[in-house]
């Protein structure tokens, strides 16, 4: 199983950018995916999260408005775009993928991927 991230870069404050995960491997369709990021000496955190094939999402209170998950009529892609970028979105991203079931409640909570990326990392200034 792989997912590979793509996306990232460095930006300037107030800007957009858009981020892709491709999940490929032997689980063709994952349950859900999501992405999290992690800046050092800090837990990694939810940031938006999606149903594949439903399309339900969740996104964490710090990019609600701001942020938009979506997925490929494929399903097995995703991308993340967030506008009105900010210094405090700067952070190493990370796409994860679940095959089993998780509860909305739990979108965010890294416990409930068991696929993770290498990350990409976004630098806002």
């Known amino acids: 199983v792989q997912l590979v991230e793509s996306g990232g870069g460095s930006v300037q404050a107030e800007g957009s950018l858009r981020l892709s995960c491709v999940f490929s491997g032997h689980t063709k369709y994952s349950n859900c995916m999501a992405w999290f990021r992690q800046t050092p000496g800090k837990e990694r955190e939810g940031v938006a999260a999606i149903y594949i094939g439903g399309g339900a999402t969740r996104y964490a209170d710090s990019v609600q408005g701001r942020a938009i998950i979506s997925q490929d009529s494929n399903m097995n892609a995703v991308h993340l775009e967030i506008n009105d970028l900010k210094p405090g979105d700067t952070a190493m991203y990370y796409c994860?993928?679940?095959?089993?079931?998780?509860?909305?409640?739990?979108?965010?909570?890294?416990?409930?991927?068991?696929?993770w990326g290498q990350g990409t990392q976004v630098t806002v200034s």
């Open positions: 994860a993928a679940s095959d089993s079931g998780v509860a909305w409640w739990s979108l965010l909570d890294k416990e409930s991927y068991q696929y």
